[in-house]
């Protein structure tokens, strides 16, 4: 899958505000949006996680279970209450 075509799923779950007005169900969407969603987080940075709950309200309101798909499926990595993004798509400049 081309990142086009991955910008184009991840679209279709979005408001014109960039919110998802969904989490999808297939997996494979559900990475993909994920993967959207991480971006939000630079790497090699900690955050405590009020932080991470206020950056991933401006996609769901749903934080805890956004934050739980993260978690479970390697996007962030979760140690007490902090989170660093362990995973992810990385542009190469």
């Known amino acids: 899958m081309t990142s086009a075509d991955a910008a184009r799923v991840v679209a279709q779950f979005l408001d014109a505000d960039g919110a998802l007005h969904t989490i999808p169900t297939k997996r494979r969407k559900q990475l993909l949006v994920l993967d959207h969603v991480v971006q939000?987080?630079?790497?090699?940075?900690?955050?405590?996680?009020?932080e991470v709950n206020a950056v991933l309200r401006r996609f769901h309101?749903?934080?805890?279970?956004?934050?739980?798909?993260?978690?479970?499926?390697?996007?962030?990595?979760?140690?007490a209450s902090?989170?660093?993004?362990?995973g992810g798509s990385v542009a190469l400049d």
């Not at 309101?61 to 140690?79: C, K, M, N």
């Not at 902090?82 to 362990?86: A, E, N, P, Q």
């Open 40 to 50: 939000a987080f630079e790497l090699g940075v900690v955050y405590p996680e009020v």
């Open 61 to 79: 309101p749903d934080v805890a279970a956004l934050r739980r798909y993260l978690v479970d499926d390697g996007f962030l990595t979760r140690e």
């Open 82 to 86: 902090r989170y660093w993004r362990s």
